[in-house]
């Protein structure tokens, strides 16, 4: 596993995700209207544009729900070390083995095999997950791309709410590998890419580098 040890969130991190495909993200680039791909795909793209043109990351907007998932997303990973009793390694960036311009940043390693994403979302989602509401598809895509990256085999999905009781604060589902999933998503990462580069040879050739 080609592994950053860097510490999520500094500008360091931010640099060395610039004008590269995350995980986080990979549902905007398969997202779908009717007619094709969605907005989001296209703005994604412009985004990744501008970082290899620019060699600077993209500022992003960070609502208050967001802001809430970092605050607490400590104390949602002790939560679990404690029920599972196991430990959780944290990692800064890992690429894709061999993809280039494509890695993730999980929210911690478990053992030898195993990955884990947490979500803080706000207490009527969390309600709809206990009472048995599906992970959005999504978040799956998200853990996908994730085991793609590390070559882990599974990703425990963490839905975490220090405001209900303290037995239902913590939800764990383990989502297994899946790997013709997981081809579906490299193949249209590298096609993403592919679409970026080309972008930006042709704005290079056309306008030149400043």
Do not use: E, F, H, P
């Given at each position: 596993m080609?592994?950053?040890?860097?510490?999520?969130?500094?500008?360091?991190?931010?640099?060395?995700?610039?004008?590269?495909?995350?995980?986080?993200?990979?549902?905007?680039?398969?997202?779908?209207?009717?007619?094709?791909?969605?907005?989001s795909r296209a703005n994604y793209e412009a985004e990744l544009i501008s970082e290899r043109l620019t060699g600077f990351p993209v500022e992003t907007y960070q609502s208050t729900a967001m802001l809430h998932g970092i605050e607490t997303e400590p104390q949602a990973r002790t939560a679990y070390e404690f029920r599972f009793d196991t430990e959780v390694a944290e990692i800064g960036f890992v690429h894709h083995p061999t993809i280039k311009y494509f890695g993730c940043s999980p929210d911690g390693l478990i053992a030898e095999s195993g990955l884990i994403e947490i979500k803080s979302p706000n207490t009527a989602t969390h309600i709809k997950t206990l009472l048995g509401t599906k992970i959005p598809d999504n978040y799956i895509k998200q853990m996908m791309a994730q085991m793609a990256c590390t070559g882990r085999q599974w990703c425990d999905w963490v839905s975490y709410d220090p405001r209900m009781p303290e037995n239902m604060c913590l939800f764990v589902d383990r989502i297994e590998r899946d790997d013709e999933l997981i081809a579906e998503l490299e193949k249209e990462v590298q096609r993403f890419l592919d679409e970026v580069a080309g972008k930006v040879s042709k704005l290079l050739e056309k306008y030149g580098r400043t």
């Open positions: 080609n592994s950053l040890d860097l510490i999520q969130g500094t500008d360091a991190w931010k640099l060395i995700r610039s004008g590269k495909v995350t995980a986080s993200r990979i549902a905007d680039i398969m997202a779908q209207t009717k007619s094709g791909y969605g907005a």
